[in-house]
């Protein structure tokens, strides 16, 4: 005989909350097979009971407050899909998890953000707290590293984890367009945040590798110390020039032990073409994970969009269905340790520079020279990085400034900025320098 059912509460009903309704019911029997009870919605709940949402709600309970359906004794899962760190996400799944209701949710900034009291709350009142969804969507990356890797010592977790940027740096180099006109065909197509800056300054992959170092080294979240710089400034001519020197650029989010603190990075990266996530084009997302025990793996999909991250909600639903509950973060709340950052300028690696020196003597030789002067080895330098471009003649016609691109050899931040002050200092560029820094994966 079947268990009974689990009752959901689904606050929130955009388009992931239909689409989760809608894959509830399409899927009914199967999940029912999977769980060994029924999964059943005993309430909903949105601002606008009117608004058409193309699936029929008319057999549910509604609710106009999430907090009352949070607290309705007869639902079993809390599903918050309401989004946002604060106002009523957060006040309805406080009010779920300290009336020992499980929480299910897809709300990244609310787990990057209060992440460490609301697991605190969760594991005292012996309740899941899952959130599969709010990392890379379908790519089921917190249980592999909440269950799957569990035996495992983390070293770095790195990844490509907003759709938007990878579409727009891969149609910028597919397609040979500069960014701001690849920008507007992705807000058109639905992919960008309703505030592109969130996706283009690097925030959205902030907020998602603040949980993924939590669960990789057993931390409390600390969002405020994820070092942020955008893809804005990445132009074609970058990518021209990387590509001959062998690489792609990337938005990644970085977090490593470097033995001596951890760093938390969001940048533009660049990734050789030889690498497996180079090949991430579009929107999908990718994250490498290294481990001690099971050494370095890939995971590759969906990090956007109604059904993927229906998918990984309906997951998180299942595993409560089949009774599992695991430390919200992999490590016990109480056990999680302060975050102690590796501070930026110690970043050791490798680093492309892309100038526009004068073209006259000595100006090649001078900014060679500033990098000696650091300790920094060059692996590759190209002048007339990109064959459309010849140089450019000031108004005056006397100082042309030629396009060059360096590559070097693992250095450390402290010296790359040294030597990119005294480059500026110089006078040998006519730009300020653009500085990109490479990862091995
Ligand atoms: N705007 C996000 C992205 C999707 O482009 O990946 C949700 O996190």
Same mark, same amino acid.
């Given at each position: 005989m079947m268990a009974p059912p689990l009752k959901l509460g689904i606050a929130g009903l955009?388009?992931?909350?239909? #689409?989760?309704?809608? /894959?509830?019911?399409?899927?009914?029997?199967?999940?029912?097979?999977?769980?060994?009870?029924?999964?059943?919605?005993?309430?909903?709940? $949105?601002?606008?009971?009117?608004?058409?949402r193309g699936v029929d709600?008319?057999? %549910?309970?509604?609710?106009?407050?999430?907090?009352?359906?949070?607290? =309705? !004794?007869?639902? +079993?899962?809390?599903?918050?899909?309401?989004?946002?760190?604060?106002?009523?996400?957060?006040?309805?799944? =406080?009010?779920?998890?300290?009336?020992? *209701?499980?929480?299910?949710?897809?709300?990244?900034?609310?787990?990057? *953000?209060?992440? $460490?009291?609301?697991?605190?709350? $969760? =594991?005292?009142?012996?309740?899941? /707290?899952? %959130?599969?969804?709010?990392?890379?969507?379908?790519?089921?990356?917190?249980?592999?590293?909440?269950e799957g890797l569990a035996g495992n010592r983390m070293t770095r977790v790195s990844g490509i984890l907003n759709g938007t940027c990878n579409?727009?740096?891969?149609?910028? #180099?597919?397609?040979? &367009? #500069?960014?701001? +006109?690849?920008?507007?065909?992705?807000?058109?197509?639905?992919?960008a945040e309703a505030d592109p800056e969130f996706d283009i300054g690097g925030h959205d992959t902030a907020h998602k590798l603040a949980i993924l170092t939590s669960l990789a080294f057993a931390t409390r979240p600390a969002l405020g110390d994820v070092y942020i710089e955008g893809i804005t400034k990445v132009t074609l001519h970058d990518i021209? $020039?990387?590509?001959? /020197?062998?690489?792609?650029?990337?938005?990644?989010?970085?977090?490593?032990?470097?033995?001596?603190?951890?760093?938390? &990075?969001v940048h533009p990266t660049l990734v050789s073409k030889s690498s497996p996530i180079a090949d991430v084009g579009g929107a999908f997302n990718a994250i490498v994970i290294e481990a001690d025990a099971a050494g370095s793996l890939m995971l590759e999909g969906q990090g956007a969009g109604a059904a993927p991250t229906v998918s990984a909600v309906i997951s998180d639903i299942v595993d409560i269905a089949c009774g599992g509950k695991r430390a919200v973060f992999g490590t016990q709340a109480s056990d999680l340790a302060t975050y102690q950052r590796a501070r930026? !300028?110690?970043?050791?690696?490798? %680093?492309?520079?892309?100038?526009?020196?004068?073209?006259?003597?000595?100006?090649?030789?001078?900014?060679?020279?500033?990098?000696?002067?650091?300790?920094?080895?060059?692996?590759?330098?190209?002048?007339r990085a990109d064959p459309d471009e010849a140089g450019d003649v000031a108004p005056d016609g006397e100082s042309r400034?030629?396009?060059?691109?360096?590559?070097?050899? #693992?250095?450390n931040e402290a010296a790359i900025r040294t030597a990119l002050e005294t480059i500026r200092a110089d006078g040998h560029i006519a730009e300020p320098p653009h500085m990109i820094r490479i990862e091995q994966i």
């Open positions: 955009g388009t992931v909350g239909a #689409e989760l309704v809608r /894959l509830l019911r399409a899927n009914r029997d199967q999940l029912g097979g999977r769980c060994g009870r029924l999964i059943h919605i005993a309430g909903v709940c $949105a601002r606008d009971r009117g608004r058409g709600l008319s057999g %549910y309970a509604w609710f106009d407050d999430p907090v009352t359906l949070a607290t =309705e !004794r007869k639902v +079993d899962v809390f599903v918050e899909l309401i989004g946002g760190e604060e106002g009523a996400a957060r006040a309805s799944v =406080e009010a779920a998890l300290g009336a020992g *209701t499980h929480v299910v949710t897809a709300n990244k900034a609310l787990l990057a *953000t209060h992440g $460490a009291a609301l697991a605190a709350m $969760a =594991e005292q009142s012996g309740v899941a /707290l899952n %959130y599969e969804a709010a990392v890379a969507a379908a790519i089921p990356v917190v249980k592999v590293l909440r579409y727009i740096l891969t149609v910028m #180099e597919r397609e040979q &367009r #500069e960014f701001d +006109d690849v920008l507007a065909e992705a807000q058109a197509l639905g992919y021209r $020039a990387v590509d001959q /020197l062998g690489y792609r650029i990337k938005l990644l989010g970085v977090a490593q032990d470097t033995g001596n603190g951890i760093e938390q &990075r930026m !300028r110690a970043h050791e690696g490798g %680093y492309y520079i892309g100038l526009k020196a004068h073209d006259r003597p000595g100006a090649v030789a001078g900014i060679a020279k500033a990098m000696a002067d650091q300790s920094i080895s060059l692996e590759s330098i190209i002048q400034s030629m396009p060059v691109a360096l590559v070097t050899h #693992e250095t």
